[in-house]
């Protein structure tokens, strides 16, 4: 049996292969997603080293190497996501889906908070990322955000989901620009409410720094003299692991 694969790829991959997808035909049922990465490795052997460190998403959700895929299935290479360096109705904007937005317009503290709302909550506390000039001694000129956006929306709400779960009662929101993002400017609000503060602080950091582990956005850092896309800075990239970073 031959199957057809259609597979998107962003950032570094999309960049390498000068294109949003890749077309293969493969022979056999089922493919399993390490069959289909060393398929792309052996027609792209210039790229083999991106291609192993990424990871397949099958129908918006991240997949073993030992899924079985289906030409059916929406696939995707997902390049390790934008990482960061902490521990492990408008125009051009994606609609809100349910407390979550991407958006290529300028973010709104207010309406990202006023999606955690609750008069059982006696506290909201809120992380505002934004672009700064200077990293590593290099100086930024932009940063330039891409996302998958189903998928990442996706990644939001299951975060969101983690978090109630570990705090009952939190509630989260959380709104990423996508596009560029000029220095000084907010590239992701996060709001958390809780009835208290104490798990306000910790629910606040779960979020951002599992929005940097598992959300399918990518950052190309833009500076005077080049730029790159980056990805994670705190070692080898598993979005399968649990929140507490276990095996």
């Known amino acids: 049996m031959t199957q057809q694969f259609t597979i998107r790829v962003f950032a570094g991959l999309a960049d390498r292969f000068g294109s949003s997808s890749l077309t293969v035909t493969m022979s056999g049922s089922p493919v399993t997603g390490v069959q289909l990465k060393d398929e792309l490795v052996h027609l792209y052997p210039e790229a083999?080293?991106?291609?192993?460190?990424?990871?397949?998403?099958?129908?918006?959700?991240?997949?073993?190497?030992?899924?079985?895929?289906?030409?059916?299935?929406?696939?995707?290479?997902i390049p390790p996501v934008s990482g960061g360096q902490g521990l492990p109705g408008q125009a051009g904007a994606t609609p809100v889906t349910g407390k979550h937005l991407l958006t290529a317009q300028p973010l709104s503290v207010e309406q990202t908070c006023a999606r955690v709302a609750d008069d059982e909550h006696g506290?909201?506390?809120?992380?505002?990322?934004?672009?700064?000039?200077?990293?590593?001694?290099?100086?930024?000129?932009?940063?330039?955000?891409?996302?998958?956006?189903?998928?990442?929306?996706?990644?939001?709400?299951?975060i969101a989901d983690e978090i109630a779960e570990r705090w009952p009662g939190a509630r989260c929101a959380i709104s990423h620009r996508i596009g560029p993002v000029p220095v000084g400017e907010t590239s992701v609000v996060i709001a958390v409410s809780t009835p208290h503060r104490a798990e306000g602080y910790e629910a606040s950091r779960y979020a951002i720094e599992r929005l940097k582990h598992i959300v399918p956005i990518w950052k190309k850092e833009i500076w005077e003299d080049g730029s790159e896309w980056k990805g994670p800075q705190n070692g080898p990239w598993n979005p399968l692991n649990p929140p507490d970073g276990s095996t």
Do not use: C
């Open 48 to 77: 083999a080293p991106l291609i192993r460190s990424a990871f397949l998403a099958k129908n918006q959700a991240y997949a073993n190497d030992s899924e079985p895929l289906g030409a059916g299935d929406e696939i995707a290479l």
């Open 123 to 158: 506290a909201t506390v809120v992380f505002i990322g934004t672009t700064r000039r200077t990293t590593f001694g290099q100086r930024t000129v932009l940063l330039e955000y891409e996302a998958y956006e189903p998928m990442a929306l996706q990644t939001m709400r299951q």
